[in-house]
């Protein structure tokens, strides 16, 4: 299983480990692309297909464990944070060359699984 929620979970404070960051991406800045995926998964790539046609695969990278939604203190997000503490496996990928008005699409690919195109 491959998970990728392009919006997160909607909380306005705390950015997912599987959305997209910026939600509506910009030029000139970095994207983040995120997804989780279950414990079998060993690794991930995106393949992005830009205005032109030409699709980039990129290799996505491990998130840290502390990244993956772990709680960390008492704070009121705590126990929200703690839900994704059993969450097998996060990956992500950085895109720094995005253009003004090009349009893009994006899927998952694992050696098992491949998403849906975001």
């Known amino acids: 299983m491959i998970r990728h929620r392009p919006f997160g979970s909607g909380h306005p404070y705390v950015a997912d480990t599987d959305q997209r960051s910026p939600v509506d991406p910009v030029a000139g800045i970095p994207l983040l692309l995120g997804v989780r995926s279950s414990a079998g998964v060993t690794a991930v790539d995106i393949e992005i297909v830009r205005a032109d046609g030409?699709?980039?695969?990129?290799?996505?990278?491990?998130?840290?464990?502390?990244?993956?939604?772990?709680?960390?203190?008492?704070?009121?997000?705590?126990?929200?944070?703690?839900?994704?503490?059993?969450?097998?496996?996060?990956?992500?990928?950085?895109?720094?060359?995005?253009?003004?008005?090009?349009?893009?699409?994006?899927?998952?690919?694992?050696?098992?699984?491949?998403t849906q195109w975001f």
């Open 54 to 114: 030409a699709p980039v695969v990129l290799a996505m990278e491990r998130t840290p464990r502390t990244e993956r939604g772990r709680a960390v203190g008492d704070g009121h997000l705590a126990s929200a944070q703690s839900r994704h503490e059993a969450t097998p496996g996060g990956w992500r990928v950085r895109v720094d060359d995005l253009v003004a008005g090009d349009r893009y699409r994006y899927r998952f690919r694992s050696a098992q699984r491949v």
